[in-house]
């Protein structure tokens, strides 16, 4: 009887353990994780998968925020409509009400988050873990509930949900009209209906609750409802929820509610290991070690801002909260990046919707500008947007040497490139008028980031139409491109600045240009830029002309896009790049050159954040990536390398593990185009990684900043092959390892004049072409200076 009854207990015990339910914390113990500061509690934080997401405050409220829709772009989202305000939680133990809405911890992980609460004197301790599984409409939320007494504890635990099914940014125009939620309970959920409209949002735990009630809600159509659960609480005690939607039907919602539910643990672990594997790809090793963890961490940011829509397509959001959907120049500069960090199939997913929609809405060649996730586009295209995409569609087939990719892409930058110069060239010059980068009224005439980004645009077009056989159209637009470089560094150059202009215009145009500048430099009190802005003005008044000049008048970042595209001469642009200097701070560079402030040049970190938010005076990371890029592109890394340190003194500065827009905790709090700030700086230009798929060919050309020592790069795909490199040079003695997974593909590997002995390749694979450059293939060569 005694071995009858050990067994059955026995059998009991393991019954209990197999149902406990798995927590959130074993899947992700080896995960890297970054804790966040006490004074950013308050701010705001991203749970991200690609078809849901989740914004709230790292002390585990969910404020109103965002401006697109006024104090809407926070909660939960499965776009093209909202789920859910958020939601509160309440704790009652012994006649006290502890709400869990002042975490004492966030600890942010790649792929999911955690808040700690803190309650010593109830002597309790809450965790709230939350992630949100690939390809789901749904988000799951893991309450850890501890004791740190030693009698047991009975409490009361309250899950209050806000329901809010509205429709995303312009969703009027679709026909998206928010109606009334109404909810019911079903068994152990709240099931929550748009009464006009077939969008649900479900929440609830696999736990019966002791009492459930729907709360009045004074806010527009929204509806609140809570579960309350009794719990006796002497080991942990685990609480999931999974608060899961639909805009399609009840019955999805219903089925992702359930597999979430079911299958939380395993979801998690396959994110985990793809996670893994998107920092294994372009593995960077350096002596700065946090530029190394920011460079890591950007990739996991990059995952982030995928977002699907299924009836719309797949691509990347600009930024979150407030730009969660898809832009043309955004992803230009940024997908650039993701190919250098090997994130290929979400280029191709984003690549593809930008010309589907581009083609079906302008017809013409012309790129969009941004479109909502309910498929309605609010800008049809700026001018820069439609050559930035020729040299996207050139740098990507250089990763992924696909032909079909080329000849899919190729007639839409035909017809882009033919709209861009016969519609809006009026004076035949070769420069395009229109609006640009800059956002400011009445810069739309010939701006020097449109030229230059065209200029670049025929470069590439003319190797494209080369490789589609296409030898007179390659002609003519390289005779353009040649054309558009020495009329740049002709027309736009100003001697007086030591810069390019802003602009080609007027002096009409400028006048006016002068006036609203002046006022916006008196409202910011710059007198420094309102003494030169009206010695320009009456430098233009004393000698006025009819002609197009060259007016340096905003000191606008994009003055330095014809070093970022190498189309300066080398003595102007050393020039230019030095004048740059003045306009950053100890982050970056500044958007708008006379919003400069008293930090202007520094670079000691000092930082006093703005009482409210506002572009104006902002740096950010794009123009200071363009600078990092520009600098590298006349042979200059350690300037370079200063401006990734700038960037990198903002990553994790208010949310852990990323990098706000504006640098360092405005606008965005993660922002898609960093990783062109970050990957082509390091990747392209430091290791000097220059593919060259589509002849099975990399060039690696070495330009390493001089404190980086010892330095690595591994595993960068470049279509079906792996390379990794491997750099050290101590004592002037300079060791290149560099491994490739193909070993038929070929190498060309450029160093500095000198003498190198070589090991790892046999003659006949190995062919030295002069002192510095060498060709070979192989899996793997190792280079020495003698």
Same mark, same amino acid.
């Given at each position: 009887?005694?071995?009858?009854?050990?067994?059955?207990?026995?059998?009991?015990?393991?019954?209990?353990?197999?149902?406990?339910?798995?927590?959130?914390?074993?899947?992700?113990?080896?995960?890297?994780?970054?804790?966040?500061?006490?004074?950013?509690?308050?701010?705001?934080?991203?749970?991200?998968?690609?078809?849901?997401?989740?914004?709230?405050?790292?002390?585990?409220?969910?404020?109103?925020?965002?401006?697109?829709?006024?104090?809407?772009?926070?909660?939960?989202?499965?776009?093209?409509?909202?789920?859910?305000?958020?939601?509160?939680?309440?704790?009652?133990?012994?006649?006290?009400?502890?709400?869990?809405?002042?975490?004492?911890?966030?600890?942010?992980?790649?792929?999911?988050?955690?808040?700690?609460?803190?309650?010593?004197?109830?002597?309790?301790?809450?965790?709230?873990?939350?992630?949100?599984?690939?390809?789901?409409?749904?988000?799951?939320?893991?309450?850890?509930?501890?004791?740190?007494?030693?009698?047991?504890?009975?409490?009361?635990?309250?899950?209050?949900?806000?329901?809010?099914?509205?429709?995303?940014?312009?969703?009027?125009?679709?026909?998206?009209?928010?109606?009334?939620?109404?909810?019911?309970?079903?068994?152990?959920?709240?099931?929550?209906?748009?009464?006009?409209?077939?969008?649900?949002?479900?929440?609830?735990?696999?736990?019966?609750?002791?009492?459930?009630?729907?709360?009045?809600?004074?806010?527009?159509?929204?509806?609140?409802?809570?579960?309350?659960?009794?719990?006796?609480?002497?080991?942990?005690?685990?609480?999931?929820?999974?608060?899961?939607?639909?805009?399609?039907?009840?019955?999805?919602?219903?089925?992702?509610?359930?597999?979430?539910?079911?299958?939380?643990?395993?979801?998690?672990?396959?994110?985990?290991?793809?996670?893994?594997?998107?920092?294994?790809?372009?593995?960077?090793?350096?002596?700065?070690?946090?530029?190394?963890?920011?460079?890591?961490?950007?990739?996991?940011?990059?995952?982030?801002?995928?977002?699907?829509?299924?009836?719309?397509?797949?691509?990347?959001?600009?930024?979150?909260?407030?730009?969660?959907?898809?832009?043309?120049?955004?992803?230009?500069?940024?997908?650039?990046?993701?190919?250098?960090?090997?994130?290929?199939?979400?280029?191709?997913?984003?690549?593809?919707?930008?010309?589907?929609?581009?083609?079906?809405?302008?017809?013409?060649?012309?790129?969009?500008?941004?479109?909502?996730?309910?498929?309605?586009?609010?800008?049809?295209?700026?001018?820069?947007?439609?050559?930035?995409?020729?040299?996207?569609?050139?740098?990507?087939?250089?990763?992924?040497?696909?032909?079909?990719?080329?000849?899919?892409?190729?007639?839409?930058?035909?017809?882009?490139?033919?709209?861009?110069?016969?519609?809006?060239?009026?004076?035949?010059?070769?420069?395009?008028?229109?609006?640009?980068?800059?956002?400011?009224?009445?810069?739309?005439?010939?701006?020097?980031?449109?030229?230059?980004?065209?200029?670049?645009?025929?470069? %590439? $077009?003319?190797?494209? =139409? *080369?490789? +589609?056989? #296409?030898?007179?159209?390659?002609?003519?637009? @390289? &005779?353009?491109?040649?054309?558009?470089?020495?009329?740049?560094?002709?027309?736009?150059?100003?001697?007086?600045?030591?810069?390019?202009?802003?602009?080609?215009?007027?002096?009409?145009?400028?006048?006016?240009?002068?006036? %609203? $500048?002046?006022?916006? =430099? *008196?409202? +910011?009190? #710059?007198?420094?830029?309102?003494?030169?802005? @009206? &010695?320009?003005?009456?430098?233009?008044?004393?000698?006025?002309?009819?002609?197009?000049?060259?007016?340096?008048?905003?000191?606008?970042?994009?003055?330095?896009?014809?070093?970022?595209?190498?189309?300066?001469?080398?003595?102007? $642009?050393?020039?230019?790049?030095?004048?740059?200097? #003045?306009?950053?701070?100890?982050?970056?560079?500044?958007?708008?050159?006379?919003?400069?402030?008293?930090?202007?040049?520094?670079?000691?970190?000092?930082?006093?954040?703005?009482?409210?938010?506002?572009?104006?005076?902002?740096?950010?990371?794009?123009?200071?990536?363009?600078?990092?890029?520009?600098?590298?592109?006349?042979?200059?890394?350690?300037?370079?390398?200063?401006?990734?340190?700038?960037?990198?003194?903002?990553?994790?500065?208010?949310?852990?593990?990323?990098?706000?827009?504006?640098?360092?905790?405005?606008?965005?709090?993660?922002?898609?185009?960093?990783?062109?700030?970050?990957?082509?700086?390091?990747?392209?230009?430091?290791?000097?990684?220059?593919?060259?798929?589509?002849?099975?060919?990399?060039?690696?050309?070495?330009?390493?900043?001089?404190?980086?020592?010892?330095?690595?790069?591994?595993?960068?795909?470049?279509?079906?092959?792996?390379?990794?490199?491997?750099?050290?040079?101590?004592?002037?003695?300079?060791?290149?390892?560099?491994?490739?997974?193909?070993?038929?593909?070929?190498?060309?590997?450029?160093?500095?004049?000198?003498?190198?002995?070589?090991?790892?390749?046999?003659?006949?694979?190995?062919?030295?072409?002069?002192?510095?450059?060498?060709?070979?293939?192989?899996?793997?060569?190792?280079?020495?200076?003698?």
């Amino acid at each position: 009887m005694r071995i009858l009854a050990f067994l059955f207990f026995s059998l009991l015990f393991l019954c209990c353990i197999d149902q406990e339910p798995k927590r959130l914390s074993s899947v992700l113990e080896n995960t890297p994780s970054i804790a966040g500061k006490k004074n950013y509690l308050e701010s705001p934080y991203v749970t991200a998968g690609d078809r849901v997401y989740m914004v709230g405050h790292q002390d585990g409220t969910f404020p109103d925020m965002g401006w697109h829709i006024k104090g809407e772009m926070g909660g939960i989202w499965n776009h093209p409509i909202k789920l859910m305000d958020g939601f509160d939680v309440n704790i009652y133990i012994d006649g006290d009400t502890l709400p869990l809405n002042k975490a004492d911890e966030f600890i942010n992980y790649p792929m999911a988050n955690k808040h700690v609460f803190k309650f010593p004197n109830k002597y309790l301790v809450v965790e709230r873990w939350q992630f949100v599984p690939d390809g789901k409409q749904g988000v799951f939320v893991q309450f850890l509930i501890r004791n740190i007494a030693a009698e047991p504890l009975d409490i009361k635990f309250e899950f209050i949900g806000h329901s809010d099914l509205r429709p995303t940014w312009l969703g009027e125009q679709t026909q998206m009209i928010d109606g009334k939620d109404v909810s019911e309970l079903e068994g152990q959920k709240w099931v929550v209906k748009d009464t006009g409209n077939n969008w649900f949002t479900i929440f609830g735990t696999d736990h019966n609750p002791s009492k459930s009630e729907t709360i009045p809600s004074s806010k527009g159509n929204t509806v609140s409802n809570s579960l309350i659960y009794e719990l006796h609480v002497e080991q942990p005690q685990v609480l999931n929820f999974v608060i899961a939607g639909s805009y399609q039907s009840k019955e999805e919602a219903l089925q992702e509610y359930a597999e979430i539910h079911s299958n939380y643990h395993g979801m998690a672990e396959d994110k985990r290991i793809r996670y893994a594997a998107l920092a294994v790809q372009s593995k960077l090793t350096v002596p700065d070690k946090d530029l190394e963890q920011t460079f890591e961490w950007l990739k996991y940011n990059c995952d982030w801002l995928v977002r699907t829509v299924p009836e719309v397509g797949t691509g990347i959001g600009a930024g979150i909260p407030d730009y969660p959907w898809w832009f043309g120049v955004d992803s230009e500069y940024a997908l650039k990046g993701y190919m250098a960090v090997g994130q290929e199939a979400t280029v191709n997913k984003t690549i593809k919707l930008l010309d589907s929609v581009s083609m079906a809405l302008n017809g013409n060649g012309k790129i969009i500008h941004e479109m909502s996730t309910n498929g309605v586009v609010f800008n049809p295209g700026n001018i820069n947007e439609t050559p930035q995409f020729a040299s996207l569609i050139w740098e990507i087939y250089q990763w992924n040497g696909n032909k079909e990719f080329l000849k899919k892409y190729f007639p839409i930058i035909e017809k882009g490139l033919n709209w861009l110069m016969q519609e809006n060239d009026a004076n035949g010059n070769l420069f395009p008028d229109g609006f640009g980068m800059m956002e400011i009224h009445g810069l739309d005439s010939e701006m020097i980031d449109v030229a230059a980004y065209t200029q670049r645009a025929f470069v %590439d $077009a003319a190797k494209m =139409a *080369d490789e +589609l056989d #296409k030898t007179g159209l390659a002609n003519q637009y @390289e &005779a353009l491109a040649a054309n558009l470089k020495a009329q740049i560094n002709r027309d736009f150059w100003s001697e007086d600045f030591s810069s390019y202009a802003d602009f080609l215009g007027t002096d009409e145009q400028a006048l006016h240009l002068i006036e %609203d $500048a002046i006022v916006r =430099a *008196d409202t +910011l009190n #710059k007198p420094w830029a309102i003494e030169e802005l @009206e &010695a320009t003005r009456k430098q233009i008044l004393a000698n006025p002309s009819e002609e197009l000049k060259p007016f340096v008048l905003h000191h606008n970042w994009v003055v330095n896009t014809p070093m970022e595209m190498g189309i300066a001469d080398s003595t102007k $642009a050393i020039t230019a790049l030095n004048t740059a200097k #003045k306009f950053t701070n100890p982050f970056g560079v500044f958007v708008t050159g006379i919003d400069r402030d008293d930090s202007a040049g520094s670079n000691d970190g000092a930082y006093e954040a703005p009482p409210i938010f506002t572009y104006t005076g902002a740096v950010m990371t794009l123009p200071t990536g363009v600078q990092a890029v520009a600098e590298n592109n006349y042979g200059r890394p350690d300037e370079a390398l200063d401006y990734l340190k700038r960037m990198t003194r903002s990553f994790s500065y208010a949310l852990p593990g990323s990098m706000y827009e504006v640098s360092p905790d405005f606008g965005m709090m993660t922002q898609a185009w960093n990783i062109y700030s970050f990957a082509i700086p390091v990747v392209q230009q430091f290791f000097g990684i220059q593919p060259q798929a589509q002849n099975e060919t990399i060039i690696i050309k070495p330009q390493m900043p001089l404190s980086w020592n010892e330095a690595a790069l591994e595993n960068v795909k470049v279509a079906d092959n792996e390379v990794s490199v491997f750099y050290k040079n101590i004592n002037s003695k300079l060791e290149i390892e560099i491994l490739q997974t193909n070993q038929n593909w070929t190498i060309q590997l450029e160093l500095p004049e000198g003498n190198y002995s070589v090991n790892g390749a046999e003659f006949e694979d190995f062919e030295k072409m002069n002192n510095s450059i060498f060709r070979f293939t192989g899996a793997k060569v190792t280079f020495t200076s003698n």
